[in-house]
């Protein structure tokens, strides 16, 4: 068995630079992370390990944390949100990446065009509560079905940076076609390392029998690398970790891609990749004629 890996694949700079301010925080114990840093369920017992206090994310909107300090996840908060945690006396530690701050902005400066917004993601993630939370007139859209007319006469459009572009560009148009005398303004805020991660897979499925995904089951990146195989019908496998992987699933292909969201750590990927090794190894072995 062939095992194929994405050529780009695995954590954004984003990511990296949140977790390289975690590394350089000499007291963890005085520090609240306020929701999941990243959606990587090894890397958010980590940072507990080392004495973080870790919010629940669907706790954390009304919570008051218990440190005085308070870091802001890699997916960005409100305006509102931060306002509030500054009042109540809390010195915060930003770790928003900065292309989810450009979406940020753009969905603010089509609000003081007088748009409706329209936010083109995953409905109750924190990153598009974050996006939604300085709006007063916005609607999220999962899916094209979502799409209606609307009574704005000007509609403006950004995506949480982790959309799967195919997803995006369906919503646009069916957009275009149910409000064809709105004024329409849309700016881009998929994110490059989604779109760089995307494309690779696309162009890897083509090569492969099956697709490993490597990544968090609540990271929405990761799961729309997965819909990519499942859109080309191709068997797939979403796993977070090596120990997930069975023998017995690859038993009828010659040939396996591996790829990873912007969330997964190097080490997880490449653990993965050895367990795959050592499957196509004993999948070889099994096949190899007897001596006579």
Request: charge should be neutral.
């Amino acid at each position: 068995m062939k095992i194929i890996r994405a050529e780009a694949m695995g954590m954004c700079f984003g990511v990296r630079d949140a977790l390289g301010v975690t590394r350089r925080i000499a007291d963890p114990a005085s520090v609240t992370i306020h929701g999941e840093l990243v959606h990587n369920p090894r890397v958010v017992r980590e940072l507990s390990a080392r004495g973080f206090t870790v919010l629940d994310e669907t706790e954390r909107r009304d919570a008051t944390p218990a440190t005085s300090r308070v870091m802001i996840t890699a997916h960005g908060i409100s305006e509102r949100e931060r306002k509030r945690l500054e009042e109540r006396g809390h010195e915060l530690i930003d770790t928003t990446c900065p292309l989810v701050r450009r979406a940020h902005a753009a969905a603010c400066k089509l609000a003081r065009m007088g748009c409706l917004v329209l936010v083109i993601g995953r409905r109750g993630h924190v990153e598009v509560e974050g996006l939604t939370g300085d709006l007063e007139q916005c609607e999220v859209v999962q899916s094209a079905a979502e799409v209606r007319a609307y009574d704005a006469p000007r509609l403006g459009i950004v995506c949480q940076t982790t959309t799967a572009p195919a997803v995006a560009n369906q919503i646009v148009d069916r957009i275009k076609e149910l409000n064809p005398d709105r004024e329409i303004h849309l700016i881009a805020t998929i994110c490059r390392p989604t779109l760089d991660r995307q494309a690779a897979v696309r162009s890897l499925l083509g090569r492969v029998d099956a697709l490993v995904v490597v990544g968090g089951r609540r990271s929405n990146n990761t799961r729309q690398l997965a819909g990519l195989a499942e859109a080309a019908g191709k068997p797939w496998l979403h796993v977070e970790g090596p120990d997930e992987l069975q023998p017995e699933w690859f038993a009828d292909f010659e040939s396996v891609g591996l790829t990873a969201g912007t969330s997964t750590p190097d080490d997880v990927i490449g653990a993965v990749h050895q367990r795959l090794r050592a499957i196509a190894a004993a999948h070889e072995k099994d096949q190899l004629p007897e001596a006579m």
